[in-house]
């Protein structure tokens, strides 16, 4: 019976946190494109927005590389405030633009690298599933979304299509022990690591995405 009650309870709880990833998913995807404009960008306080051909003054490799990324399509619109591309994650960049020492530079953009908030403004699921008692350290600082994604890049998403990395490339930076060749194979490796883990957070042991105690 005790076992019994404990199953009923992992899996209401289960199908709640999966309702609320839902819901916060819904409302992410409606922000984007019901209107086709995402949450205000990272506030800069005297700042204002100068457009991607002015940081591709002195980024222009990186600015190169973006133009064929989906978040170079990202746009900001309203009567007070107006950014795209680059401005839309790291704030408005006059300022920037204009410091005269590194110092200064650091000191006047958001550098999503350093602090996960930025990408929390569109991607509100993920921000609900680090929020899971298995995740990774993303919330504690310990990483950030840059050590697996590249916004920068057309692959921004490991394993994807478009993404120059392997399936597990990725996973293999850190978890080399995991992904090493063996004697016995792990077949699921073929599929790929997010086959079986749900690498932003998960209700189960090891991010697994069900609850396998064979595991």
Known sequence: ??????????????????????????????????????????????AEFVGMDTCAMCHEKIVKNFEQTEHARIVVSSEEIKGQACEACHGAGSLHANAQTKQEKKATIVNPGKTPEACYQCHLDKKAEFSLEYHHPVPEGKMSCADCHDPHSPGVKPGSNASLFDKN????????????????EHEAL???????????GSINSEMLKQRDANL
């Open 190 to 200: 073929r599929e790929g690591c997010t086959e079986c883990h749900n690498v932003h």
């Open 1 to 46: 019976r005790g076992n019994m009650r404990t199953q009923k309870r992992c899996l209401r709880l289960a199908v709640t946190v999966s309702l609320v990833m839902l819901i916060l998913n819904i409302i992410g995807c409606a922000t984007m494109l019901s209107t086709g404009v995402v949450l205000p960008p990272p506030s800069i306080a005297g």
């Open 169 to 184: 490339d990725i996973c293999a930076k850190c978890h080399k022990d995991q992904t090493r060749p063996f004697v016995y």
